[in-house]
């Protein structure tokens, strides 16, 4: 017997949710427009869209503010056209997963830095002052034409079916203290005005996948900057990866060791630690710039791209990072770690030393480093919180001794580089040889990645091959 699955056409609004085409949503908008509350409302009805996929919903909403905001991608969308589209926003989640579980509001937050919106995340909560925050912020956005709010809400707290949903709001009716919500999923439910209060219980739901309140987001372009386009986190990382997870643990664990009374030979194994922890999840540079992301760019900008890579490129191998390293990426990233102050001694040192190293760097490097940062703090609140480590800030405190289930230790306190070996390689069983080859098929990769980006410079722009430095020929020598 032959089963069909119950489909839909739609969902009834319920009594709390005003249509935006019936009379009564008709003449609130009407007199909201009149009052001036509706501006926005005609930049965002332009880019009006239907997300592409059930858990679309937050790619889909940012993708309508982008292209709302007129935010030029870089990228060729459909020759000739540049034009966002919910592909294209895979640089903080895998587009896999969020087909199957949708993004949070950390995660949307961090597709919207890194396409170019400033971006403040408001998590919800019941208060007058909450209320009043909220009011004053929708005012402002829906009386000019610039800037954005997006609510993180939970439906069945407005009475409808389903749970967590993004969408923009894009006018506030002053009299009634109604807000009309351009709902993205519209196979479901057409746009509609709810009370301010109503939303505020929706934005103060709990989401499950965070333990935090859901919220909004205030989102406006941010100028004179770039996406990313030289370095990231893989693509293919999974938000909830265990490898990635423990690498974490293992990398703060490491960071509560005493450091080496010499800095050079500190210096040297903690940015051996870091590659050992973290290479693995590093995005080669090559790799943001292969020849099909080159063809999705437009002409006109090649050029200005591939100076902005060679420039990037250039000011992240000249670091001391990219020396121990021989690898631009895993360089990149460890001068992108969101170090907290005061959370260990050696952690001071390196929050104090990358800071140095960044002051140094061109508008371009720092916007590169800057995304990047987001990117890992993103990654660390959705992963699956690491235990709590205790702190310390003095010469004479010591590493965290607690065991992990299989009661090995985390970290050494030998702090010894080749000794320290991860949580995650260690419940694997790896042994010490293997560390060894994993370090020497890095070295062989990252020359690789030096040698194609050479390439694709002396291709742009024509100029002859550069002579190979000290550092590349020594990690050619160890690699053969």
């Known amino acids: 017997m032959s089963v069909t699955a119950k489909n839909f056409y739609r969902r009834p609004l319920p009594d709390s949710c005003v249509d935006f085409a019936s009379a009564l949503g008709k003449k609130l908008f009407s ?59 895979d640089c903080c989640v895998p587009l896999e997963n969020v087909k199957r579980t949708g993004i949070n509001l950390a995660q949307f937050g961090c597709l919207a830095i890194c396409n170019r919106l400033n971006t403040r995340v408001m998590y919800g909560n019941d208060s007058n002052e909450f209320l009043v925050s909220l009011r004053k912020t929708l005012v402002e956005s829906v009386r000019g034409d610039d800037t954005v709010v997006v609510a993180s809400y939970d439906r069945s707290a407005l009475g409808q079916t389903g749970a967590g949903h993004f969408s923009p709001l894009a006018a506030y009716h002053e009299e009634s203290d ?19 209060v109503d939303l505020q219980k929706a934005l103060c739901s709990v989401d499950p996948s965070t333990k935090k309140p859901r919220g909004y987001v205030i989102l406006n372009l941010r100028s004179g900057t770039r996406p990313l386009i030289m370095f990231g986190l893989k693509a293919n990382l999974a938000i909830n990866d265990s490898e990635y997870a423990m690498s974490v643990i293992a990398w703060k664990e490491f ?31 090559t790799q943001k710039i292969a020849e099909a992301d080159l063809r999705s760019r437009c002409k006109e900008g090649v050029d200005e791209h591939s100076e902005a890579c060679k420039t990037i490129y250039s000011e992240i191998r000249q670091t001391p990072f990219a020396q121990v390293f021989s690898s631009s990426a895993v360089a990149a990233l460890m001068l992108a770690w969101p ?27 720092q916007n590169e480093i800057e995304q990047l940062t987001v990117q890992i703090s993103t990654l660390i609140c959705c992963t699956k919180s690491p235990p709590q480590l205790s702190r310390n800030g003095s010469a004479s405190s010591k590493c965290s001794r607690s065991k992990q289930a299989n009661g090995l230790d985390p970290c050494s306190c030998q702090c010894m580089f080749l000794s320290v070996l991860s949580p995650c390689r260690l419940e694997r069983k790896c042994v010490l040889a293997d560390a060894v080859r994993n370090a020497v098929r890095l070295d062989s990769a990252c020359e690789a990645v030096c040698k194609r980006v050479d390439r694709h410079e002396r291709f742009l722009h024509h100029s002859p091959p550069a002579e190979p430095s000290s550092v590349e020929k020594k990690s050619a020598s160890r690699a053969k």
């Open 31 to 89: 007199e909201s427009l009149q009052n001036g509350c509706a501006n926005i409302y005609f930049k965002l009805a332009s880019q009006f869209l239907t997300q592409d996929e059930p858990a679309y919903c937050g790619l889909s909403t940012l993708v309508m503010v982008l292209n709302a905001l007129e935010v030029d991608p870089e990228r060729v969308w459909k020759a000739p056209w540049r034009f966002y589209h919910e592909s294209m926003l």
């Open 178 to 196: 109604r807000v009309l919500i351009m709902d993205v999923a519209r196979f479901k439910y057409p746009p509609h005005w709810v009370s301010l």
């Open 255 to 285: 960071l509560l060791c005493d450091p080496l009374s010499d800095e050079k030979e500190e210096f040297q194994l903690c940015c051996r630690r870091f590659g050992q922890c973290f290479a693995p999840h590093a995005l080669c540079c």
């Open 339 to 365: 170090y907290e102050p005061s959370f260990s001694e050696r952690s001071d040192r390196l929050y104090i030393l990358t800071n140095e190293q960044k002051s140094r760097f061109s508008m371009d490097t």
